[in-house]
């Protein structure tokens, strides 16, 4: 059977990858088969339950390179879960006693849509798992081609999601700004706090670009402009035990040699002893729709902080959180070649009726292809031993547990 119409959806928070997904799909089917109508569904799932959608014309079409230079989705995200009926039923996206999954096949199916393609991340993925089980149950006949989309490269199996590399870029100029503050204050500590709920990739990566951008520079050390109080003292992500007395001690020795302690953090890192401390004093800690703590509520960056300031006298602290920096930018050089592969990749799949997220499979020897959406899930761990981090640890003289 021939795919007569496809629909595009985005999902889950933004990342910088997108608005170019969007657009590499469109040009791709636009260059091989033109005859394919397309639609995309507004605000990802909720547009979809709605049914609020726009069709691509020919405008759209003919200027869809233009979306590889932006940031954000030109179609809009949100965070949906379709098996949380509660949370929709609240929401105002479904009737009591209705089930979302039903609901969102036969909007599908009033559409004509053979192909959805879901742009997101594990969240977003996993849910079109549930979707895809359950329109293969009831018989409706719908292919599901996703995209891997987080800045936190952290799907499993996905060797490297869409959107990451250009996020730990993005969060080494950040930090490039927010790291001269350390000359406002003597005795100064600066926590740059990174996305990363469960994997320090996006963390380690941003410390690794940002003293690359660090050994380019030339520096006068007489006057006090000295490399080593723009460098990272300290990067801390969840897959490491964080000992903060052992490195309040070292880091204090910097603090009185330099005058300051500039620490990269993912905000992942101990969040199970802050959600304790907090929990045990009576505090109800917010979750999302998809059960998962929601970080800006209990403020890791402020947190940990608070733990290093006493220990290195600082006289002044700062805590500056670089995510909805990092997130909201176009895609790099990097993740547009990842990104056109994978769009290329993604539409062939379509045409032959292929489910599957597209990403290179670490467990079929990194090669890209469809993988099964029941074999994907989210919080895949950094690997903290791997070369190019433990020589940055090394570099800045961290210990490691």
Same mark, same amino acid.
């Given at each position: 059977?021939?795919?007569?119409?496809?629909?595009?959806?985005?999902?889950?928070?933004?990342?910088?990858?997108?608005?170019?997904?969007?657009?590499?799909?469109?040009?791709?089917?636009?260059?091989?088969?033109?005859?394919?109508?397309?639609?995309?569904?507004?605000?990802?799932?909720?547009?979809?339950?709605?049914?609020?959608?726009?069709?691509?014309?020919?405008?759209?079409?003919?200027? #869809?390179?233009? @979306?590889? *230079?932006? /940031?954000?989705?030109?179609?809009?995200?949100?965070?949906?879960?379709? &098996? %949380? =009926?509660?949370?929709?039923?609240?929401?105002?996206?479904?009737?009591?006693?209705?089930?979302?999954?039903?609901?969102? #096949?036969e909007? @599908?199916? *009033?559409? /004509?849509?053979?192909?959805?393609?879901?742009?997101?991340?594990?969240? &977003? %993925? =996993?849910?079109?798992?549930?979707?895809?089980?359950?329109?293969?149950?009831?018989?409706?006949?719908?292919?599901?081609?996703?995209?891997?989309?987080?800045?936190?490269?952290?799907?499993?199996?996905?060797?490297?999601?869409?959107?990451?590399?250009?996020?730990?870029?993005?969060?080494?100029?950040?930090?490039?700004?927010?790291?001269?503050?350390?000359?406002?204050?003597?005795?100064m500590?600066?926590?740059?706090?990174?996305?990363?709920?469960?994997?320090?990739?996006?963390?380690?990566?941003?410390?690794?670009?940002?003293?690359?951008?660090?050994?380019?520079?030339?520096?006068?050390p007489?006057?006090?402009?000295?490399?080593?109080?723009?460098?990272?003292?300290?990067?801390?992500?969840?897959?490491?035990?964080?000992?903060?007395?052992?490195?309040?001690?070292?880091?204090?020795?910097?603090?009185?040699?330099?005058?300051?302690?500039?620490?990269?953090?993912?905000?992942?890192?101990?969040?199970?002893?802050?959600?304790?401390?907090?929990?045990?004093?009576?505090?109800?800690?917010?979750?999302?729709?998809?059960?998962?703590?929601?970080?800006?509520?209990i403020?890791?960056?402020?947190?940990?902080?608070?733990?290093?300031?006493?220990?290195?006298?600082?006289?002044?602290?700062?805590?500056?959180?670089?995510?909805?920096?990092?997130?909201?930018a176009?895609?790099?050089?990097?993740?547009?070649?990842?990104?056109?592969?994978?769009?290329?990749?993604?539409?062939?799949?379509?045409?032959?009726?292929e489910?599957?997220?597209?990403?290179?499979?670490?467990?079929?020897?990194?090669?890209?292809?469809?993988?099964?959406?029941?074999?994907?899930?989210?919080?895949?761990?950094f690997?903290?031993?791997?070369?190019?981090?433990?020589?940055?640890l090394?570099?800045?003289?961290q210990?490691?547990?």
């Open positions: 059977m021939s795919v007569q119409k496809v629909a595009l959806l985005t999902a889950g928070g933004i990342a910088p990858c997108l608005s170019s997904a969007v657009g590499g799909l469109i040009e791709r089917y636009t260059e091989v088969a033109p005859e394919v109508e397309i639609i995309a569904y507004r605000d990802g799932y909720a547009g979809l339950l709605s049914g609020r959608s726009v069709t691509v014309g020919a405008e759209t079409r003919s200027t #869809a390179h233009r @979306l590889h *230079r932006f /940031g954000g989705s030109p179609i809009g995200n949100s965070r949906i879960k379709l &098996t %949380n =009926t509660e949370d929709l039923v609240r929401r105002g996206l479904v009737q009591q006693g209705q089930n979302p999954l039903t609901v969102a #096949a909007q @599908l199916e *009033r559409d /004509g849509v053979d192909v959805l393609h879901t742009i997101g991340g594990d969240d &977003t %993925n =996993t849910t079109a798992a549930d979707l895809s089980t359950y329109l293969a149950d009831h018989g409706y006949d719908l292919t599901v081609v996703g995209l891997p989309k987080t800045i936190d490269n952290d799907i499993v199996p996905v060797r490297q999601s869409l959107g990451a590399w250009t996020a730990a870029e993005q969060a080494a100029i950040y930090a490039r700004n927010i790291i001269s503050e350390h000359s406002s204050n003597p005795r500590l600066i926590v740059h706090e990174i996305m990363g709920r469960h994997c320090g990739w996006l963390t380690a990566a941003a410390a690794r670009a940002y003293r690359a951008w660090l050994a380019t520079n030339e520096w006068s007489q006057i006090g402009l000295d490399p080593r109080g723009w460098d990272v003292h300290g990067v801390y992500v969840p897959e490491d035990v964080l000992d903060i007395g052992a490195e309040a001690e070292r880091l204090r020795t910097t603090m009185d040699e330099l005058g300051c302690v500039n620490i990269f953090l993912s905000e992942g890192a101990g969040v199970e002893s802050i959600v304790a401390e907090l929990e045990a004093s009576g505090t109800d800690v917010a979750r999302d729709p998809f059960g998962h703590v929601q970080l800006d509520k403020n890791p960056g402020a947190w940990f902080a608070e733990q290093f300031a006493a220990k290195l006298g600082a006289e002044k602290t700062m805590v500056q959180k670089s995510g909805y920096f990092s997130r909201s176009p895609a790099g050089p990097d993740d547009l070649r990842l990104i056109k592969s994978c769009t290329d990749y993604a539409v062939e799949c379509a045409l032959r009726h489910s599957g997220l597209i990403g290179h499979d670490e467990e079929h020897g990194g090669r890209l292809r469809a993988i099964e959406l029941d074999r994907v899930k989210g919080g895949k761990a690997d903290s031993t791997v070369g190019w981090y433990t020589e940055l090394d570099a800045i003289g210990r490691r547990t």
